[in-house]
């Protein structure tokens, strides 16, 4: 049986990326979409064969993503997909409402009428409860994303970014709680009307009040997933 390709868009890397970079950016993407689960043991020669490239590109790409904490050493296992335990599930949280409620605060005060205009779009075509989790999960990352460069801070971005790749470790999307899309939306619009009056100080809180809102959700999913 022939082996599921990550490598979709041809075998090649772009023009003037290297294999290493090519592998590395499509090793992460199959990790965010849970193609790649925690807990899976990962080998240079198959990771190779799926992406259709040699060995080198794969022990590079191997090499950045333990550096990002995405894949571990495991003791008569090798390389393992990261798993985060409970205390590392609290602490993400924690840095995800520090770190996100700070953006939406920034935003608050730096966003322009442009990036205020594709918040209040994205809120208003956001599925909630009516599409698949994993487009709606899709949906709420793109919010968030547009809420972290309507932030206009670079440094702030780049530590976001890493927090989002940590994310991908999490397992399943909060997005199936029943009811969790529907309140994450109102949440949404909420954050982004503060963001639209410019009011810094609401903006942030309705973005903590918001993160914790997703704890519990991931917290109840990881009971579920324990009882199980």
Do not use: C, W
């Not at 993407?29 to 020669?45: C, H, T, Y």
């Not at 547009?146 to 971005?157: D, F, I, V, W």
């Not at 890493?162 to 399943?172: C, K, N």
């Amino acid at each position: 049986m022939t082996r599921k390709r990550m490598a979709k868009d041809g075998d090649a890397a772009p023009a003037g990326e290297p294999r290493g970079e090519t592998a590395y950016l499509k090793l992460k993407d199959a990790i965010r979409s849970g193609e790649l689960k925690p807990g899976q043991r990962v080998r240079e020669s198959e990771m190779a064969a799926r992406l259709d490239v040699s060995r080198t590109p794969v022990r590079e790409a191997f090499r950045r993503l333990e550096a990002d904490g995405l894949l571990s050493f495991a003791p008569y296992r090798g390389m393992v997909i990261s798993e985060l335990d409970h205390q590392a599930v609290m602490e993400l949280y924690f840095m995800r409402e520090v770190l996100e409620g700070t953006a939406a605060g920034l935003a608050a005060h730096r966003a322009s009428e442009a990036e205020v205009s594709i918040l209040q779009e994205i809120v208003s075509i956001d599925p909630a409860g009516e599409g698949p989790p994993a487009a709606v999960a899709g949906h709420n990352r793109r919010f968030h994303t547009s809420l972290y460069h309507a932030a206009h801070n670079r440094y702030l971005l780049k530590t976001l970014n890493v927090l989002q790749d940590a994310m991908a470790l999490l397992g399943p999307t909060t997005m199936r709680v029943q009811g969790r899309s529907d309140a994450a939306k109102a949440e949404h619009a909420a954050i982004v009307q503060a963001i639209a009056d410019k009011d810094p100080e609401s903006a942030e809180r309705l973005m903590r009040e918001h993160i914790r809102g997703a704890q519990k959700a991931r917290l109840h999913l990881l009971s579920a997933e324990e009882e199980a």
